[in-house]
């Protein structure tokens, strides 16, 4: 009783301190604070329900038990994290998504080609991977491989449909303006069309940037060599070993965030020109 009567008093005091924070003039530390203050609100609250209602481990283990299993496994995590998220993931995000940029390109040239492609690509994306994560893994073998072809799989589609929107983003006067200049299709495909096309490719990078990390996870449940996320997790779920599925989470949560969070950043620097970055005064 006495833990789910501190929960509930911590839950209170950031509340009043949320409340206050909001109160102030915004800025980046007030913006930083507040959301940091709550999730921290959720693993205290989360520690303290666990162990006042003396959850069982196997169906909720304690904020301070993941902690535990998290420091003393890095080595395993760490090895886990390289063969899914690098070698896996962002390996097939990169063949998936610059094969997608290409298409599009092609796509913009061709239009003829988007009656054929596009619908294609659809269908693709359709496929459940629950489906084609065994195929991939009989065509490529149990390593990274087999990973990258799901995530190539997953991320095409997203790619190519907002590269080939961006691509036509472009109004009919700019056009007829690098017609009026003699600009050939490379010129105006440099000049006007991918600069005009950034946002939509970078909400497609930012989309895939997820899609990846959850396709390599899921391809490994079947069938991985002796590392990696997905056969960490399906491993130790066998062994009630929840703790160490959720230090699994914990790295697949933090990897996902600081990739998004990357390609966002990215974004930024490319597309600072654009009104969606532009700071409001």
Request: charge should be positive.
């Amino acid at each position: 009783m006495a833990w789910l009567i501190a929960g509930f008093v911590f839950w209170l005091a950031a509340w009043r301190v949320n409340v206050w924070l909001s109160s102030m003039p915004g800025t980046r530390t007030t913006a930083l604070l507040v959301p940091t203050l709550f999730g921290v609100t959720i693993i205290v609250i989360w520690e303290c329900v666990v162990r006042g209602l003396e959850i069982n481990p196997v169906l909720l283990p304690a904020p301070s038990a993941i902690a535990v299993t998290f420091a003393t496994s890095i080595p395993t995590l760490w090895a886990d994290f390289v063969q899914t998220a690098i070698k896996g993931a962002l390996s097939g995000y990169v063949i998936g998504c610059g094969a997608a940029f290409l298409t599009a390109i092609a796509i913009d040239r061709f239009p003829f080609l988007q009656r054929g492609l596009l619908p294609v690509g659809n269908f693709v994306a359709a496929l459940p991977i629950i489906g084609m994560a065994p195929i991939m893994v009989m065509w490529f073998g149990f390593d990274w491989q087999s990973k990258a072809a799901v995530v190539v799989i997953m991320v095409f589609f997203p790619m190519l449909v907002n590269t080939v929107e961006g691509l036509q983003a472009t109004d009919h006067m700019q056009r007829d303006l690098m017609r009026t200049y003699a600009a050939s299709y490379r010129q105006t495909l440099m000049k006007l069309r991918l600069p005009a096309a950034m946002p939509f490719v970078f909400n497609g990078l930012k989309i895939s940037t997820t899609l990846a990390l959850i396709g390599a996870i899921v391809a490994e449940f079947f069938g991985s060599p002796i590392k990696g996320m997905g056969f960490r997790i399906s491993t130790e779920v066998g062994r009630l070993a929840l703790d160490m599925v959720w230090a699994e989470i914990v790295v697949a949560a933090l990897a996902g965030s600081l990739f998004y969070g990357g390609v966002a950043l990215l974004e930024k620097v490319v597309t600072f020109w654009h009104p969606s970055q532009r700071k409001s005064r």
